[in-house]
DNA sequence: AACATTAGTTAGTCTAACTAACTAATGTAA
DNA sequence: TTACATTAGTTAGTTAGACTAACTAATGTT
């Protein structure tokens, strides 16, 4: 039992540490890459979005978002309801976006070697339900 | 693809902050548990021991290590090499991971709920395979 | 004997999280 | 419709846990 989230933390700091070294020549940090990364996929989110997504606090969006502002890789739009500000990839953003997906996907499929297809289904599953069995905050 | 490392990334914050919650009425971060867990399960252990085991740099053990000394659950011995300092854990110390042992099992297999044994081993043996495939630094 | 390597520490930095306290807009209920 | 509560986001300050660089002391190697 301990074996599971015992190597489950052990693989998330070198997996970081990876993505940080590849994201480096573009001027991104990984959860600038994240962000960026749910706008390409899920399409513009607001900043509460984003913290329900990946479970964190508000606060601790906004400097992420600062970053990507201040190269010109998301701006702001102002939502119907007025409190909220929905972020958007630029053309830059976009660019940006998809020249590093391709790295960070020959990363990912690097790291999947000698896994088969079935078996990291089963794991992604098995993910998701952890997920779930976590939300109770 | 891109959704089994997302999702391995989103469990981490939330499973940390559990632990966190769990382990703050016995005084303990969830690093410094981890490095009880280590020295109970596998036996006294040198700082180098542990930086390799968790992929860690050295000083990063340090003030974790300091902690729990000043805590008394801890204590450090001198190995047959004068350089090494060897960890090992007091009598209050194997008490207080008895003691904690219980509840994160406890955490642990709710957060296994409606997994099967088998997909559980196959996601351990998927994960261990990741840890491999990482070690390339 | 001289030099290189290894174990650990100290000092200082960084990232990404947190809480508390705030403003402004929206929703609700008298 | 006015009053109050809630929600979206920010600012300021803190924290945990990582990092690098530079160091001491012991051990290995040539």
Chains 1, 2 share one sequence.
Request: charged share 25%; proline share 4%; no cysteine.
């Amino acid at each position: 039992m301990q074996p599971f989230f015992t190597t489950l933390k052990l693989i998330s700091r070198p997996y970081s540490s990876k993505m940080q070294d590849l994201l480096l020549p573009f001027g991104l940090t990984e959860v600038q890459w994240g962000l960026i990364r749910i706008l390409y996929e899920e399409g513009p989110s607001t900043f509460t979005d984003i913290a329900t997504y990946w479970r964190v606090e508000k606060p601790s969006v906004t400097p992420i978002a600062q970053k990507l502002i201040e190269q010109e890789l998301i701006y702001i739009g102002i939502g119907h309801d007025k409190r909220q500000k929905v972020m958007h990839l630029t053309n830059n953003g976009v660019e940006k976006y998809k020249e590093t997906k391709q790295i960070v996907d020959t990363l990912q499929k690097n790291l999947l070697i000698g896994i088969t297809e079935q078996e990291r289904q089963i794991t992604e599953q098995v993910l998701e339900k952890l997920l779930v069995n976590l939300k109770g905050r």
